[in-house]
């Protein structure tokens, strides 16, 4: 559904994408993270028409972007990061003109106006001006306004930035309902979480290039990276600490805890504990530290995805 | 296009503030100008004189400053990321333009129209009688002025910018193209400057139709028609220009 590749741009002297590439096939919800100033935003703009890039390719629904910008144009929806909705207008007002813009004939736009204000939550406040809206409401109703030409492909950049638990979990479900209907979903984040839930693939970006892609699993194995078993004890003592180490050598002592290292945490955990009871060693507390997008990402680049 | 001329009108009558602005700040002004011009008039033909003159010139100045309002909100569009979505729409980018040109457009002639009415009913002008030269001067005046406000924005940064700008450059075409004081009592010089601001074609074109009561076939009256829609033609191209290498740079 969606070929990139090769993908630059220069702003000035910054080079914003340094060649990127990847292929999403139809019916994928593909997340895009990384840290701000990564290249996401770039990369959306560039595949929504918004911006040429100094080179590579894009096509879209097997329309080439650059010969068949139009075509492109139809295919697509665009939730941008701003709210971008006329506050003086009321919700229902601003979905009729963004939807009247992709040609939807009258009638059948109302229809699915209803539907997905329906879907939002937002069919007792639709002929509310939006100025009246809360933060996460907006968030819904820009949404709802890049759905209604029933694009093939999705982007969604930071859909949840600065909004409310509830609609934050709107959102995923609406997300999550398109996806499971078929659409092409590009999402980009630097919310780990959000990729965890509803991405198929993950593609990690920094300084322009995509620096590792795939599936949570193939990143998680790809990267090497260990599990975590940390288990705290009433009773270790040097000699008990040697005694495990002799049968087990990837793991580090702090005070009272253990940490135990495994490319198969769940296999091992049964072993680990019953080494612990061979020793005399008794438990207060087992804490499990599995890889996530996180550590995957510091393992990666050797920073925090998000500023602390 | 049609569509986002309508979601502008729909915007434009959704805010009473700038309903207020437009159409009744100058009410306010040309009530103002007529007594206080009419006062040192005696004779008939001084107290018509003043009367045009205080109705064209408020007229024109008022416009120039409501469409430079509208140039405004296509940088508010660009700063709330309307801008930005719209270019993702299939709609051509240049649409946006004309659409806001249109609108201007729109504006304008129901802003001019108003002021003519008021005049035709609280003081009397004989617009009646000279219909189809006025209606034909409000079109070339509206459309003189329409680029104005998208020049002013491709300039500007933020609204504010353009709010100073304007300020400016509306008082000053305003002053020396006779929109505060009539043109024929000021000095040569100014009288020869005058030919560079729009309110000086705008006031004369008013002047020939209810003071020397050219005819629409007059050349006098055509020649200022003319020199409008050029300085319309002129402004709407470098907004046409300035669209493109400044508004729509969004990223």
């Keep these: 559904m969606i070929n990139v590749s090769n993908l630059r741009k220069t702003f000035d002297t910054i080079e914003a994408l340094k060649g990127i590439s990847f292929n999403i096939p139809q019916g994928e919800c593909y997340g895009l ?11 959306i703009s560039i595949m929504s028409t918004l911006i040429e890039p100094n080179e590579g390719k894009v096509s879209i629904a097997g329309y080439d972007l650059k010969k068949n ?17 006329y506050n003086e207008l009321p919700a229902y007002d601003n979905l009729l003109f963004w939807g009247g813009l992709y040609n939807v004939p009258k009638l059948e736009l109302k229809a699915r106006i209803d539907e997905i204000v329906n879907l939002l939550g937002l069919t007792d406040r639709k002929n509310d001006k939006v100025k009246t809206y809360s933060g996460g ?64 693939r993950i593609g990690i970006i920094d300084n322009g290039e995509i620096i590792a892609q795939g599936t949570l699993d193939e990143l998680r194995t790809s990267g090497s990276m260990k599990e975590t078993v940390v288990i705290s004890f ?28 495994s490319m198969n945490i769940q296999g091992d955990l049964s072993k680990i504990i019953l080494k612990c009871n061979e020793v005399g060693l008794d438990i207060i507390h087992i804490d499990i530290r599995k890889i996530n997008l996180e550590t995957i990402f510091l393992s990666l680049t050797g920073k925090q995805l998000r500023d602390k | 296009m049609i569509k986002l001329v309508k979601k ?25 100008f007529a007594f206080i011009f009419g006062k040192t008039n005696n004779s008939e033909e001084g107290k018509l004189v003043s009367l045009v003159h205080s109705v064209a010139g408020t007229s024109v100045m008022m416009l120039l400053f409501s469409v430079a309002g509208i140039g405004g909100s296509l940088l508010d569009e660009k700063q ?35 002021m003519f009415v008021y005049a035709w009913l609280v003081f009397g002008l004989d617009i009646m009688h000279h219909l189809p030269s006025l209606v ?38 305003s002053a020396i193209g006779g929109s505060m004081v009539p043109i024929f009592v000021m000095p040569e010089i100014m009288q020869k400057m005058a030919v560079f601001s729009v309110n000086y074609w705008g006031i004369q074109g008013i002047y020939d139709i209810f003071w020397k009561l050219l005819p629409l076939t007059d050349i006098t009256f055509l020649s200022r028609v003319f020199v409008l829609i050029g300085i319309g033609t002129l402004l709407n191209f470098i907004a046409l220009l300035m669209f493109k290498k400044n508004i729509l740079k969004i990223v």
């Excluded at chain 1, 993270?33 to 990369?43: E, I, R, S, V, Y």
């Excluded at chain 2, 959704?14 to 207020?20: A, F, L, V």
Aim: proline share 4%; aromatic share 10%.
């Design chain 1, 33 to 43: 993270l990384g840290p701000n100033g990564a290249g996401k935003t770039t990369t």
């Design chain 1, 69 to 85: 910008p139009l075509e492109c144009k139809k295919n697509i929806g665009v939730v941008t990061q701003e709210i971008a909705l």
């Design chain 1, 234 to 261: 009433t009773n270790l003592t040097d000699e008990r600490y040697t005694a495990i180490v002799n049968d087990w050598n990837d793991l580090q002592r702090f005070d009272d805890a253990i940490h135990f290292y």
């Design chain 2, 136 to 173: 034909l001067m409000i079109f070339t005046i509206a459309f003189a002025c329409s680029g104005f406000g998208v020049v002013l924005a491709s300039f500007a940064k933020t609204r504010q910018q353009v709010q100073g700008f304007s300020t400016i450059i509306v008082m000053i075409m």
């Design chain 1, 137 to 200: 409401m907006k968030r819904r109703v820009n949404i709802a306004s890049a759905l209604l030409h029933r694009p093939k492909v999705l982007f969604m950049d930071e859909p949840t930035v600065g909004i409310d638990p509830q609609s934050r979990n709107l959102i995923f479900e609406v997300v999550e309902k398109l996806h499971k209907e078929g659409m092409t979903i590009v999402y980009t984040s630097h919310y780990m979480e959000e990729a965890e839930r509803l991405c198929d």
């Design chain 2, 80 to 114: 709330d990321g309307m801008l930005k979505k719209l270019l993702c729409s299939p709609i051509p980018p240049n649409h946006i333009l004309f659409g806001k040109l249109v609108f201007a457009n729109i504006i304008s002639i129901i802003q001019l129209s108003i």
């Design chain 2, 8 to 32: 502008d009108l729909k915007l434009f009558f959704s805010d009473r503030q700038g309903i207020m602005l437009t159409f009744a700040l100058p009410i306010i002004f040309i009530t103002l």
